[in-house]
């Protein structure tokens, strides 16, 4: 792994931007895995060129045998009478089955240009959405949640990429859901623990129990644990709180008199001017 | 006296829990929405009494979708209802001229909230 410093001369106060900048290898190994991903619909289409080439071909070859052009030219003279047999012409009937031959090699080229036209559309509309789906849903399936599967694609394939993505969310949300349960919880048992150390008579709280507590709060950390294991999405867990990893978009909010109760607040006409 | 509340919350679990949460307690869905985008065009064509908002979603954020509904509607009544710690973002809810930031811990506050409104 590359990483470039830009670094401009500006003394104390440079800013440095690391860059990600994979080397050949690299390259090399991310194209071979794109290649082994796409590799059975590339052989599946090569298949159907080569099928498609190989009836055409073998058409045109049996029409360009001589001992054909005889047959058909004895055929059509068999339908005369003898004394016009030999007025016929035989050049006629070659011309004629050369002409078909040409027809067929170019409709075999239009057929095999038309056959690359939808192999590359196939790959580019259907297989790089899904490529692209399928290495977002695996970083999903390792815990990232962060992660967004694109949707910019056929319809069909877009319907799936945005339920991949609800799948995320509910289970992000329930995760963040747990976890501020958990929190909650733990802050009881602070204070429950706070209320008995401070009895002066420590006999009021058998050791099973305390023990017990402890017990408690272990399962909950272990919980905690596994939740923040999870990247999630714009979100992050920290100091016991849930807060933004981005700011969400309300840098433009101006300062407002404190006014908060029970969770509702008197609107302040002056906020949205 | 119930009334009509659109949700906007990128969870469809959520969503439901907020329904089912909402008609327990008299009011009708107008409508739901799956991101801040799609809930600012909700508002526009249903005209909803209330809109219940998630702070975190994809496309577009509750604030900003908030925000874009109250420059539509400066009576529009918005309840933030999000996981994000309400000390800390309760004040920018209330800034951007909501109604209040409940917890989704204490869903069920959200009911309250409309009643006094």
């Known amino acids: 792994m590359n990483i470039v410093e830009n670094t401009t001369a500006c003394g104390d106060e440079c800013e440095k931007s690391a860059r990600y900048v994979p080397n050949h290898q690299e390259k090399m190994m991310k194209r071979f895995r794109v290649f082994k991903r796409r590799r059975k619909s590339l052989v599946y289409f090569s298949l159907l060129v080569l099928l498609t080439f190989s009836v055409g071909m073998a058409f045109i070859f049996r029409v360009d045998k001589g001992h054909l052009h005889v047959r058909i030219s004895e055929v059509i003279a068999s339908q005369f009478p003898d004394h016009e047999k030999n007025l016929f012409d035989t050049r006629e009937v070659i011309q004629i089955l050369e002409k078909i031959q040409h027809h067929m090699m170019l409709v075999m080229f239009i057929v095999f240009l038309c056959v690359t036209a939808v192999m590359f559309v196939f790959i580019r509309n259907i297989v790089r959405p899904l490529d692209k789906m399928s290495v977002a849903a695996k970083r999903m399936a390792d815990g990232h949640l962060d992660e967004t599967v694109p949707t910019q694609a056929p319809y069909e394939i877009c319907v799936v990429g945005e339920l991949i993505n609800d799948l995320a969310a509910n289970l992000q949300e329930i995760l963040l859901h747990v976890w501020n349960h958990a929190q909650h919880t733990m802050v009881l048992l602070d204070q429950i623990s706070k209320k008995t150390r401070s009895q002066s008579d420590t006999s009021l709280m058998p050791t099973e129990i305390v023990a017990d507590f402890e017990c408690v709060r272990q399962d909950i950390e272990k919980m905690q644990a596994m939740v923040e294991a999870f990247e999630f999405y714009n979100i992050k867990l920290e100091k016991g709180k849930v807060v933004a990893s981005e700011n969400p978009r309300h840098s433009d909010l101006k300062a407002a008199p404190s006014n908060l109760s029970a969770g509702g607040f008197q609107r302040q006409g002056n906020y949205n001017q | ?117």
Do not use: C, W
């Open chain 2, 1 to 117: 006296m119930g009334k009509r509340i659109l949700i906007v919350d990128d969870s469809s679990i959520m969503r439901n829990m907020i329904k089912k949460i909402l008609e327990a307690g008299g009011h009708t869905i107008a409508g739901e929405a799956k991101n801040g985008k799609e809930g600012v065009d909700l508002y526009k064509s249903l005209q909803p009494d209330m809109v219940t908002m998630d702070v975190t979603m994809r496309e577009m954020d509750g604030f900003a979708s908030a925000r874009e509904i109250i420059k539509y509607d400066d009576d529009a009544q918005i309840i933030f209802l999000s996981n994000l710690d309400k000390e800390k973002y309760g004040e920018d809810a209330k800034r951007i001229g909501a109604k209040g930031y409940v917890g989704k811990r204490e869903s069920r506050e959200i009911l309250t909230l409309i009643e006094n409104s």
